[in-house]
């Protein structure tokens, strides 16, 4: 359905086993393969050996991945204390998690801290105040606002503030009994240019830098997230990313002898990305006019049902049917969800093929779609359930 055979993306036997394990199961859901997930974590570690790993929870919290990720020594970073309390439940360690989101109210603050987490995220004069009041003597680390241009997911404007005021917020920990700690970015989710990491490290040195001049020094940098997982336009593999990051990190920091800082990743989307498929089935093909040249295809899932990324046609699944085999004639269609909501509509421009004799009830199945799309599912927007989970046997 994409030009590209499934090879590309998955092993025969997994897609095999993956059907096996998924016949007679009704229609839509996520099937998540774990020994994926470990395999990515693997890979992580082995890439960027000197890097503490604190998964993105927010990507996907399923609780089977968050007790692979706990086995396998992780930590975590967390956007809400409902995401702390899930993790706490499942006897992860508050000294494990870091509370990442720049966006708290004060008695959020509060009970994280009297939880036990010691290390935050900051990026505004307000939040820092509160930090100091309900979080007394922890770690915090500030955000700078950085360019995401090149990711497929930006995350934009929203978080982070200009080096000036973090220089300046900084200096007021002083007085605020906070320890800062370091830096964090995030260069946006799926970033196919690796030099917004150079320009973000760059910023990481100078800050460094200047506040060392008034005798602050900073200890800590978290590369956030942004590392990609695999959809229709392949990016480059993770291991040339780590090579590439490790390589601006010895440019800024090991130049004057000292070594690199303490470093942290926040990886969400390239872990378990590639670890989940969305089956569907076709409920619909129909044509608005005779003379349309494309069918409309309908999904059981669309936009409300967790595929809540294909927003502006941000991120391009890989598509493939049943029996699809290679050199078998296809057509392109319009590809859409269930719901009666016109937004509904998942590639409109972006024209996916599918089989020419493609028909009604036949499944889709939809890959790469482990990260971002469960917990993005509605609860019963048109009465239809959110999305169901099974863990591949
Ligand atoms: C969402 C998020 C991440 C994960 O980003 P990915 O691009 O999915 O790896 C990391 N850090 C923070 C602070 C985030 O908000």
Known sequence: MNNKPITEFMSLEEFEKIKKFTKGKETPFLVINIEKIEKNYEELVKNLPYAKIYYAVKANPHPEVIKLLDKKGSNFDIAT????????????SPDRISYGNTIKKEKDIAYAYSKGIRLFATDSKSDLQKLSKNAPGSKVFFRILCETSGSDWPLSRKFGAHQDLIYKLILECKNLNLEPYGLSFHVGSQQRDIGQWDNAISQCKYLFDAVKKEGIKLKMINLGGGLPSRYIHHTLDVELYANEITRYLKEDFEGNGNGFPEIII???RSLVGDAGVIISEIIMISKKSHMNQ???????????GGLIETIDESIKYPIFTEKEKPHEKTKEIILAGPTCDSMDTLYENYKYSLP???KEGERVYILSTGAYTQTYSS???NGIPPLKVYILE
Do not use: N, R, S
């Open 81 to 92: 204390i409902y995401e702390l309390d899930q993790l706490l439940d499942a006897g992860i």
């Open 266 to 268: 926040e990886p969400g």
């Open 294 to 304: 494309y069918k409309w295809v309908y999904l059981d899932i669309g936009k409300f």
């Open 356 to 358: 020419e004799d493609i």
């Open 379 to 381: 609860t019963y927007f």
